[in-house]
């Protein structure tokens, strides 16, 4: 499955852990600028992962828009690793629960 991030702060070392939970292949796109918001998204793209502190806003609500129409599997998280893994991994069936500081929350056990 590819992937695609949208959101400031492109941090390469979460792109091989990524894999470990079924995402082949991931494109990114900073998400600061409200011209990404007329950007299509990419028909090979299986996954939309939103870094919602650093997504202008108009760009944001185009995206969140056209992952409905398209009926896109989407997460909304931070960029820090414990909450990409927890929202991929729910999203994509690989989340084995263990400990990741949200049990309190967590919807999957």
Known sequence: MTALIVG??????HFPRLAELG????IYWNGTSE???GDEIPEKIGL???????LESDAGKAF???VDQRGLKAVYCRWDW???EHAVGKALGAHKHKCCGRCATCSCH
């Open 8 to 13: 400031a702060g492109l941090a390469d070392s």
């Open 23 to 26: 995402v082949a292949d991931t």
């Open 35 to 37: 011209l990404l918001a």
């Open 48 to 54: 939309v992962v939103l870094r919602e502190e650093y």
């Open 64 to 66: 969140k828009e056209k």
């Open 82 to 84: 414990p909450d990409i």
